[in-house]
C-alpha cells in the first residue's frame, strides 16, 4: 500500500492511499463468497449459484460495501502508522473501485498542531489566602434570616413601605393590547427587594389595601418581554393585600432549624463554610493564573473545526442560561459573537495544550473516576446513577467529561510542581476576574 501525506498547513493533512489490486481482489472475492452463502436464486441450491450470477445480481452492492471495508481497513491502519488523530469527521474521496485495478483514495483532515510542551514544571505561583471576618459571618446569618422571614398580616391598617409584602392584581397594556406576561393574579412581591424595576417599586410604595392605581413605565430595548421591549407600558395595579415582613431572632431556637444545638455552633458551622469557600476561589483563581501562563507561554494555530464547535456550544449555552429561566432569547449581537469568538479561541488553545501535557506525563481518566464523578453528580440532582449515566452515554457526553476532568488532573499535577507563595488579597483582586477563562467546555 502507496501512502502519500500532504501537510496542507499546521492544522491539516491530505493523504493520497493506493490499495493495490491483489488486496481489491481479495476483498471482493470475500464479499462475493459471503453473498453466495446467504443468497437464495430459484434454480440453484444456497451456496451454490455462479459467481458470475451474484456479480451481476448484487454488482454494485459488492462494490459499495467493498469500497467501505477497504477505506476502513486501510485508513485507520494508515492513521496508527503516521500517529495522526483527525480532530474531525475525515472528508473521504474514494475513486470507482474496479476488480483488477488498484484502488485510490484521498482523505482530507484537521490535527492538532505540533509543538513542544515545556516548562510548566516549576512554576512561579501565587496563591491569595483571605480569612473570614465576623462581619461575613454576621451578612450570613442575616441572609438565613431573611429566608427565614414570615409574611405577618398587619396590626392596623397602613400604606405600604420598604420591605413590605404585598400581593397585587396586575394587568400590562402596550397600545392598548393586554399583553399576557404581564397579567398576574394576587401577585406576592417584596418591596425593595430590587427585583422589581425601581419606577415600578415607586408606584406601589404609598398604596393602601384595595386601592387601584393607572401608571406607565418605559423599557428599554433590551427589557427580556420582547412585546415591551422598547415600549412604554400602562400598568393597572390592585393592591389586595399588605403583610409585615418579620425576620426570626437569632437564638438556639433558631439554630435548631439547622440541627444545632446553639448559635454558637451554627456561627461555627458558617465560617467552616465560609472558609471552604474562599479556599475554592483561591484554587480556581490559582487554576486560571496557571492556564494565563500557559496560553502566553505558545503560540500556535488552532484548528477551525475546534473553533467551530467551542463556538456553537458557547451559542448553544448562551440559549440555554436565557430559556432555562423561561426567558425569550435575545438576538446575537456583535459584541456578544466577538466574546464567544474570542473565549473560543482561548479555551481550544487551553484544552490542547493541556492535552498535550497530559500526553507527556502520560496523565488520564480511569472509567472508575468517571463513574465516581457521574454518581457525585447524579446525587446532586436526585437521579439514579444508571439513568444518569444512560442519558450521558445517549447524548455523546462522556468523552467531554473525560476531558474535563484530564485537564483538572493535568492542574493538579501542575500546581503539585510548582512554587507557590501565599499573599492577602487586595481588594482590587477581590472584584476583579470576574469573567475568566472558561475551560469547562466541549471537547
Excluded: H, W
Excluded at 398580616?153 to 409584602?165: I, N, T
Excluded at 440555554?320 to 426567558?327: H, I, T
Amino acid at each position: 500500500m502507496k501512502v502519500d501525506i500532504e501537510r496542507i498547513n499546521s492544522t491539516e493533512r491530505k493523504l493520497a492511499i493506493c490499495v493495490p489490486a491483489e488486496e481489491v481482489d481479495n476483498n471482493f472475492a470475500e464479499l462475493i463468497n459471503d453473498f453466495r452463502k446467504s443468497a437464495s436464486v430459484k434454480g440453484f441450491r444456497q451456496g451454490r449459484t455462479p459467481v458470475r450470477l451474484i456479480e451481476s445480481m448484487y454488482g454494485k452492492q459488492i462494490v459499495a460495501e467493498a469500497t467501505s471495508k477497504i477505506v476502513n481497513d486501510t485508513f485507520y491502519k494508515v492513521l496508527e502508522e503516521n500517529k495522526l488523530v483527525p480532530v474531525n469527521k475525515p472528508r473521504l474521496e474514494p475513486e470507482e473501485l474496479k476488480k483488477g485495478s488498484d484502488f485510490n483514495y484521498t482523505a482530507e483532515f484537521e490535527v492538532v498542531p505540533e509543538f513542544e510542551a515545556e516548562g510548566y514544571v516549576g512554576l512561579e505561583l501565587t496563591k491569595e489566602k483571605q480569612e473570614v471576618k465576623e462581619e461575613k459571618i454576621q451578612e450570613a446569618l442575616d441572609r438565613l434570616r431573611e429566608k427565614a422571614a414570615e409574611a405577618v398580616p398587619l396590626k392596623r391598617d397602613r400604606k405600604v413601605k420598604k420591605g413590605d409584602y404585598v400581593f397585587i392584581d396586575q394587568q400590562g397594556f402596550v397600545d392598548g393590547k393586554l399583553l399576557g406576561d404581564l397579567k398576574k393574579d394576587n401577585l406576592q412581591l417584596l418591596v425593595g427587594e430590587q427585583k422589581l424595576i425601581e419606577d415600578f417599586e415607586k408606584n406601589l410604595i404609598g398604596m393602601k389595601k384595595g386601592e387601584e392605581k393607572e401608571f406607565a413605565i418605559s423599557y428599554d430595548d433590551d427589557f427580556v418581554i420582547k412585546e415591551a421591549a422598547g415600549k412604554e407600558v400602562n400598568f393597572k395595579v390592585k393592591l389586595n393585600d399588605i403583610k409585615e415582613r418579620v425576620l426570626p431572632e437569632l437564638s438556639d431556637e433558631f439554630a435548631n432549624q439547622y440541627k444545632l444545638a446553639t448559635m454558637e455552633e451554627l456561627k461555627k458551622r458558617i465560617e467552616e463554610d465560609l472558609e471552604k469557600q474562599l479556599e475554592d476561589q483561591a484554587d480556581g483563581k490559582l487554576r486560571q493564573d496557571i492556564i494565563k501562563k500557559l496560553l502566553a507561554k505558545y503560540n500556535f494555530d488552532l484548528p477551525q473545526s475546534l473553533l467551530d464547535q467551542e463556538k456553537n456550544f458557547l451559542l448553544s449555552r448562551y440559549a440555554n442560561d436565557y430559556q432555562s429561566k423561561g426567558l425569550e432569547v435575545p438576538e446575537i449581537t456583535k459584541n456578544v459573537q466577538s466574546n464567544i469568538d474570542k473565549r473560543s479561541e482561548t479555551n481550544v488553545k487551553a484544552s490542547i495544550i493541556l492535552g498535550k501535557i497530559a500526553d507527556n506525563e502520560d496523565i488520564f481518566v480511569s472509567d472508575a473516576e468517571v463513574d465516581n464523578t457521574l454518581k457525585e453528580m447524579a446525587a446532586m440532582y436526585r437521579i439514579p446513577f444508571d439513568q444518569f449515566k444512560q442519558t450521558y452515554e445517549k447524548n455523546n457526553l462522556l468523552q467531554g467529561l473525560e476531558s474535563r476532568l484530564t485537564e483538572q488532573k493535568v492542574l493538579d499535577f501542575i500546581i503539585e510542581k510548582a512554587k507557590i507563595k501565599e499573599k492577602k488579597a487586595s481588594k482590587k483582586e477581590k472584584e476583579a476576574d470576574k469573567n475568566e477563562i472558561d475551560i469547562n467546555s466541549a471537547n
